[in-house]
Nanobody, 127 residues
Framework: QVQLVESGGGLVQAGGSLRLSCAAS????????MGWFRQAPGKEREFVAS????????YYADSVKGRFTISRDNAKNTVYLQMNSLKPEDAAVYSC????????????????????WGKGTLVTVSS
């Protein structure tokens, strides 16, 4: 089992920045691809970013490419999402997810069969 706890959400003005963190406990964090998803009110959950086990490969939704950066620190069992140039449409509950060992981080964008989820942290962007 893997437990995921997000932090770092809050209220920010448009154009501002936030850094989300996701602390993992349980089985070997470094063997799991990690990702961030978000869900706005009335909308389906959507893929934001994912990162390979080593951190060398990262993948982004087109809507956040160039503004968001995903990273991980395997020594701290933590994955991060640095969000810059935030827009009102970025407002959502952001959830951390861990894929199964042996899966490819790129496939997390399909939001299929992901076994581990955090409860989420709320990001509000004022215009």
């Amino acid at each position: 089992q893997v437990q995921l706890v997000e932090s770092g959400g809050g209220l920010v003005q448009a154009g501002g920045s936030l850094r989300l963190s996701c602390a993992a406990s349980g089985r070997a964090f470094s063997s799991l691809p990690m990702g961030w998803f978000r869900q706005a009110p009335g909308k389906e959950r959507e893929f934001v970013a994912s990162i390979s086990t080593s951190g060398t490969s990262t993948y982004y939704a087109d809507s956040v490419k160039g503004r968001f950066t995903i990273s991980r620190d395997n020594a701290k069992n933590t994955v991060y999402l640095q969000m810059n140039s935030l827009k009102p449409e970025d407002a959502a509950v952001y959830s951390c997810a861990a894929g199964s060992a042996g899966t490819v981080a790129y496939t997390m964008r399909n939001n299929y069969g992901i076994p581990y989820w955090g409860k989420g942290t709320l990001v509000t962007v004022s215009s």
